[in-house]
């Protein structure tokens, strides 16, 4: 019965420690936003609060009752995570971080199991601190882990005094705003983008670290964010030299509240102390402030566009550039792409990029998997 007793244990701090990492994932390992902020606060009280009352409770029953209500909860509890994460759009990523964390839980359930069978001492309420240590010392390890990471980043990008970067946001179309703007600046620079699931400040942190080459001309980032204040952390790490935002929406407003501060974040972006142009979708709303000096810096887009032509072949449109009309074509579906599309154009003419290159280029934009991607089978 001991060693029953000790694996239902076991299973109820794995279970907790499940639902706290899967969460802390969510809001970039902020347990501030995971309290305070979070966007579905009853799953705290069926999920974390009500679970941990009943297993304290469990310490007061006498046993052998209160040996099987232990079991009985763990047995439960696993059942009702197991079903809550299936249900999730976005579900705990074994990252190195995650793993760190449960390793370092084993080892503190080990040791704590091992103490209390020496001292003879009962481990039902005991069984809940290996929890706090595992997730103060992973806490603490982490940070002294991400100042070093930050400035070899730091270091990496003063070194690449030359390195132009561009920073791309917006509710909706940000990925595919980074991906046209790579294809096409490739026609006369070196370009790297960060991956499509890099869009955090610990995520390009590590991305310029990993996978930033010397040799790379535009470095080309994405930023996302789930609370006011996130952009502008990217924003003054990199300092880029040209900021896109995209179109602006009520996308995650679960997490914003409301779509003011969506706005207010995404033009964080604009908190580059080098920052010579930003390029902003022309019917977004607007914050309620903005530095005269900045707005001078502002683009819209797209300001002149005719002819859009959209059907399962592709799509094609002409662009107003510096007093003339030229036409585009390419093989990316739906008409909303027109737009993202021509905030990457505006800056390939800011940075110099001949008009018939990008007209190239733009034929041989392949659709983005996932992003409105034409599938064909048996001729169909």
Same mark, same amino acid.
Not at 53 to 58: F, L, N
Not at 103 to 129: A, H, K, R, W
Not at 306 to 335: C, H, P, Q
């Given at each position: 019965? +001991? ?11 794995? /279970? ?19 309290? =305070?902020?979070?966007? &579905? ?31 009985? +909860? @763990? ?20 990252? &190195? ?8 839980? =084993? ?8 103490? /209390? ?10 069984? +809940?601190?290996?929890?706090? =240590?595992?997730?103060?010392? @992973? ?15 730091? #270091?990496?990008?003063?070194?690449? *005094?030359?390195?132009?970067?561009? /920073? ?9 705003? !980074? ?5 096409? +600046? ?43 204040? $996130? ?18 929406? #009520? ?5 914003? &509240? ?14 580059? *102390? ?18 005269? @000096? ?27 550039? &510096? $007093? ?17 599309? @021509? ?13 018939? $290159?990008?007209? !190239? ?18 001729? !169909?």
């Amino acid at each position: 019965m +001991l060693l029953v007793d000790m694996l239902a244990q076991w299973v109820f701090v794995g /279970c907790v420690a499940f639902y706290i990492a899967t969460n802390l994932q969510w809001y970039n390992y902020s347990l501030k936003r995971v309290v =305070f902020m979070h966007h &579905k606060y009853m799953w705290h009280i069926y999920y974390f609060v009500t679970p941990l009352i009943v297993y304290i409770g469990i310490f007061f029953i006498p046993h052998p009752v209160g040996d099987y209500v232990l079991i009985g +909860l @763990s047995a439960i509890y696993a059942v009702m995570i197991l079903v809550w994460h299936l249900k999730l759009d976005k579900k705990l990523n074994a990252t &190195k971080r995650i793993v760190r964390f449960f390793v370092v839980l =084993f080892i503190f359930m080990v040791f704590n199991e091992t103490l /209390c069978y020496n001292l003879g001492v009962e481990s039902t309420l005991l069984d +809940l601190m290996p929890l706090v =240590f595992a997730f103060i010392t @992973s806490r603490i390890y982490e940070r002294v882990l991400l100042n070093r990471f930050i400035a070899l980043a730091n #270091e990496k990008l003063e070194v690449m *005094s030359r390195l132009l970067i561009i /920073c791309v946001t917006g509710s909706y179309g940000k990925t595919s705003i !980074k991906n046209f703007l790579e294809q096409i +600046l490739k026609e006369k620079y070196r370009v790297y983008a960060t991956p499509r699931s890099v869009n955090t400040h610990t995520g390009i942190v590590a991305d310029i670290n990993t996978n930033l080459e010397y040799i790379t001309e535009i470095y080309i980032a994405e930023a996302g964010a789930r609370c006011k204040g $996130d952009i502008a952390l990217i924003s003054q790490f990199l300092n880029p030299h040209y900021s896109v935002i995209g179109e602006i929406g #009520e996308q995650h407003i679960e997490y914003f &509240k409301t779509l003011d501060n969506i706005v207010e974040t995404k033009f964080e972006l604009l908190e580059s *102390s080098r920052l010579k142009k930003a390029f902003v979708f022309k019917d977004n709303p607007k914050p309620s402030h903005i530095e005269p @000096s900045t707005m001078k810096k502002i683009q819209y887009f797209p300001e002149n566009v005719r002819n859009i032509e959209a059907n399962l072949d592709g799509t094609s449109f002409e662009l107003f550039i &510096k $007093d003339e009309w030229y036409r585009f074509e390419t093989m990316v579906l739906g008409r909303f792409n027109v737009v993202n599309l @021509s905030a990457a154009i505006y800056v390939g003419v800011e940075l110099g990029l001949r008009i018939e $290159d990008m007209q !190239k280029a733009t034929k041989r934009i392949e659709p983005i998997p996932h992003r409105l991607h034409k599938i064909e089978a048996n001729e !169909k």
